[in-house]
């Protein structure tokens, strides 16, 4: 017996909802809040890795980018820069996808649920942060295997992040708006109730 799409969506879907809650809400944002801190500052985030490099970026942070910019980004980096991206922030952004994604998953489950039915095909939403997630983690994967080889090049991987890396970003901002708009809802039901 085969198992669609949408059944897999639907039992995801239910997973996420049970696991929401007003406390979950307060965990997550506590974890993806301290990491987002963490891969963003000092000692361990792009900030001090700007203060090694100069001011180069990382891959992790490009919307979109060539094979052949991706790797005029890790060569400016330097050796010292690509050591420190693959020993500090790396491991950070190892954790990091799954604390943002279980943050936008509660949140939005949380929130549809103060004023929707369980029924509604919205509440599906809540599986939208998953595949940022699971983009973001493909675009590490890809990362990591470009630092261990450099200096060779392996385009193919570097082709690869260069899909994965617009594919996180637009689900993430899809999270965060049907977090806005959950919040949004909310409030209108609020005051429509008043």
């Given amino acids: 017996m085969t198992t669609c799409p949408l059944q897999v969506i639907d039992t995801i879907s239910s997973v996420i909802r049970k696991i929401s809650s007003g406390r979950a809400v307060l965990a997550s944002f ?5 990491l987002a801190a963490l891969i963003n500052g000092r000692p361990f985030g792009t900030a001090h890795l700007e203060a090694i490099t ?7 942070m490009a919307f979109t980018y060539t094979p052949e910019q991706a ?6 980096l330097g050796e010292a820069g690509r050591a420190f991206y693959l020993t500090s922030i790396v491991p950070l952004d190892l954790v990091f996808p799954a604390a943002y994604t279980v943050f936008y998953a509660v949140t939005i489950s949380w929130l549809l649920s103060r004023w929707l039915q369980a029924e509604s095909p919205w509440m599906r939403s809540n599986v939208v942060p998953l595949v940022a997630g699971a983009a973001d983690y493909c675009e590490n994967a890809g990362v990591i295997a470009m630092l261990l080889a450099y ?7 570097a082709t690869f992040t260069a899909v994965m ?3 996180k970003f ?25």
């Avoid at 506590?30 to 301290?34: C, V």
């Avoid at 790797?71 to 400016?76: E, H, K, Q, R, V």
């Avoid at 200096?151 to 991987?157: D, H, K, N």
């Fill in 151 to 157: 200096p060779a090049e392996l385009y193919g991987v």
């Fill in 170 to 194: 637009t689900f993430i901002a899809l999270s965060m708006l049907l977090v806005l708009g959950a919040l949004a809802g909310w409030a209108a039901n609020i005051l429509r109730r008043r």
């Fill in 71 to 76: 790797y005029a980004m890790l060569a400016a």
């Fill in 165 to 167: 890396s617009p594919v």
């Fill in 30 to 34: 506590t974890a993806f809040a301290t």
């Fill in 54 to 60: 100069g001011g180069a970026g990382i891959l992790d």
